[in-house]
C-alpha cells in the first residue's frame, strides 16, 4: 500500500487542522492504520490508532480528548482531527499501516509509512 499524507501546515495556539492519508495500491480495510508524530531531534512517538472496521480507536495520553482519529474504508482513507492545539505539537506527522500489528503504539509494528507533512502550532 502506498500512503499520502496532506493538510499540514501552521496554525495558532488554540487552532484546528485536520490531516489526512491516502492510500491506493491495495484494500485499505485491510490495514490497521495509526499516525505517529516526529519532533525535531526526538524520536517518533504515537499519537493515535485505529482498527480495520473502525470501531477500535487508540490515543496517546497528550491528545486525548483533543484529537480524533477517523477512517472512510470508501475513500481509502484515513483522517486526523486536530484541535486545541498547542505549540508542543509542532511536529512531521506520519500515517502508518500494518496487516495485524500486535500494538498499534508500537511504530516497529507498521511497514508501510507516508512521506509526513509538517505541522507547525504558535504560541
Known amino acids: 500500500v502506498q500512503l499520502q499524507a496532506s493538510g499540514g501546515g501552521s496554525v495558532q495556539a488554540g487552532g484546528s487542522l485536520r490531516l489526512s492519508c491516502a492510500a491506493s495500491?491495495?484494500?485499505?480495510?485491510?490495514?490497521?492504520m495509526s499516525w505517529f508524530l516526529q519532533a525535531p531531534g526526538k524520536e517518533r512517538e504515537f499519537v493515535a490508532g485505529i482498527n480495520w472496521s473502525g470501531d477500535g480507536t487508540y490515543y496517546a495520553d497528550s491528545v486525548k480528548g483533543r484529537f480524533t482519529i477517523s477512517r472512510d474504508n470508501a475513500k481509502d482513507a484515513l483522517y486526523l482531527q486536530m484541535n486545541r492545539l498547542k505549540p508542543e505539537d509542532t511536529a512531521v506527522y506520519y500515517c502508518a499501516a500494518a496487516t495485524f500489528p500486535e500494538s498499534l503504539r508500537d511504530s516497529r509494528e507498521f511497514r508501510y509509512w507516508g512521506q509526513g507533512t509538517l505541522v507547525t502550532v504558535s504560541s
Open positions: 495500491g491495495s484494500t485499505f480495510s485491510s490495514y490497521a
